[in-house]
């Protein structure tokens, strides 16, 4: 997410043409999409990020609820 602001950033101010990013190549402002694209298709796919989170938010409440049983049929 960082990256992709810093593009919205770099092509504002290449396309307003303030200070030294008037002479900026267009290819600098390119390159945090690149990077934006490159990460969401192939790096958290490739590695899982996104299903890592999943199942540990998942095994969390899976905890919760046995937790809560456990202490509820203790209590009868």
Do not use: C, Q, T, Y
Not at 17 to 22: H, I, Q, V, Y
Not at 54 to 61: G, I, K, P, Q, T
């Amino acid at each position: 997410m960082p990256l992709l602001i810093v593009g919205i950033l770099l092509a504002g101010l290449r396309w307003a043409e303030l200070g030294p990013f008037a002479k900026l190549s267009w290819w600098w402002v390119a390159l945090p999409f690149v990077l934006v694209i490159l990460w969401w298709e192939v790096i958290v796919p490739a590695f899982a990020l996104d299903k890592k989170k999943e199942h540990e938010a998942f095994e969390r409440e899976r905890k919760k609820r046995m937790d809560k049983n456990r202490s509820g049929k203790a209590n009868m």
